[in-house]
Every structure is written in structure tokens, then in C-alpha cells.
């Protein structure tokens, strides 16, 4: 569990050369974490091979793990609000978005939108998100599959208008819904990006 949150997702395969042990023997540990709900199992495409399955952390295993920043942030946002009330709340995580949005967007000035959309998903990779980026009807749709904020986010829903900043500040003009959200009890935090084009060449029209 502990390469699993390292490594954020990882095959059984990978898991096994790290520890030394035969793809079937980790398995076999792999069944009982994902009996008890504290790992997942999901398909991943890699290039023209069958799906591989890969595994992560869910809710319960992440939890398992300290996450005193976790409480600490949460005390810090009850103070802010009780102080400053909701909108202060929101205005510090959309500062916190358009900031790193802004300096994304330096980093990716001459590429393309979908390359800006890659740059926001290594980005939340580094942060400890497991997110996919992939193809769906000619348009492309980011799925977080965690959130590191969870706990936080129940009580303080504030904390989502970071990304919504960033998006907004990275990709102008692009149409970035959110159609799906793990703090409002969905699979994932799903954003359609619809006028951005599959083409790594591309941009959107």
C-alpha cells in the first residue's frame, strides 16, 4: 500500500519487480486490499496492447495513512471563514488556481490546447492526484480519480474552485465543464473539454 500511494497507480507487474516477487504472489495481496476496499482495480490502455490493469488507493486504504495537513487546513478554513466569512474562503483557492494556471500558461505559451491540458494533468500527478486524460467522441475529458482534499473539501467545497481557476486561466476561450464530482458522491472529478482538439498538433477552433 505504501508503493501503491508512492506511486499513485502501479500494475501488478511493476509491483512485483519493485519487491522482488512473482506477478501472481502479488496478486494474490492485491485481491484481499481490493476485498476490503483499500485498493481499485482499473483497465489503462497502453498503446496497442491489451489493457492493463492497474491498481490504487481508494478513500478507505488513502486513509489509512496520516493526513494531519488535512485537519490543519481545515482548521485554518474555519478560522478564515468565521473571520472573513465564505467569500474569502473562495477568493484564497481561486488566487490559489489563477496562479498556477498563470504559470502554466508561461510554460505552455506556444503549445498546443491539448498540450496545456497535459501540462494540468502532470501537474496534478505531482500533487499526488491520480488522473487520466482520454479521448471520448472526438473531444478529450480529465478524470481525477482522487483528491487529496477530500476530508477538507466535505466541509470546505471552496477548494474545488482552484482547479476551476487554473482551467480558466491556462485555456481561454476553451469550454471546460465539470460533469462529475467526488465530493458530491461520483466515481470521479470529470471535466469535458469540449472545443479542445484530439490532435497533439491542433488547437481548438
Known amino acids: 500500500m505504501e508503493a501503491l500511494r508512492r506511486r499513485h497507480t502501479a500494475s ?14 502479488v496478486r ?17 490502455k497502453r498503446g496497442r496492447t491489451k489493457p492493463t490493469f ?17 485537519r490543519m487546513l481545515g482548521a485554518v478554513l474555519r478560522q478564515v471563514r ?3 466569512g465564505d467569500d474569502a474562503v473562495r477568493s484564497i483557492f481561486e488566487g490559489i488556481g ?20 497535459e501540462a494540468v ?5 505531482e500533487s499526488g492526484v491520480d488522473v487520466d486524460l482520454i479521448e471520448v467522441n472526438g473531444a478529450l475529458e480529465l478524470r481525477e480519480h482522487n483528491c487529496p482534499y477530500a476530508n477538507t473539501v466535505a466541509e470546505h467545497p471552496e477548494v474545488c474552485s482552484a482547479i476551476h481557476s487554473m482551467m480558466d486561466e491556462i485555456l481561454p476561450g476553451v469550454e471546460v465543464a465539470q460533469v462529475e464530482s467526488l465530493a458530491t458522491g461520483g466515481a470521479t472529478c470529470r471535466f469535458d473539454i ?10 481548438a477552433p
Do not use: I, M, W
Open 54 to 70: 492497474e491498481y490504487s488507493l481508494t478513500k478507505a486504504g488513502e486513509a489509512l495513512f496520516p493526513q494531519h495537513y488535512d
Open 82 to 84: 468565521s473571520s472573513f
Open 28 to 44: 494474490q495481496h492485491l485481491v484481499v486490499l481490493e476485498r476490503d476496499a483499500f485498493v481499485a482495480e482499473r483497465p489503462v
Open 194 to 203: 469540449r472545443k479542445t482538439t484530439v490532435s497533439h498538433e491542433g488547437s
Open 12 to 25: 501488478a507487474l511493476e509491483l512485483a519487480a519493485e519487491f522482488g516477487l512473482s506477478a501472481n504472489a
Open 98 to 117: 489563477q496562479r498556477q494556471g498563470s504559470l502554466l500558461r508561461r510554460k505552455t505559451e506556444h503549445a498546443s490546447d491539448r498540450e496545456k491540458v
Open 121 to 125: 494533468v502532470e501537474g496534478l500527478r
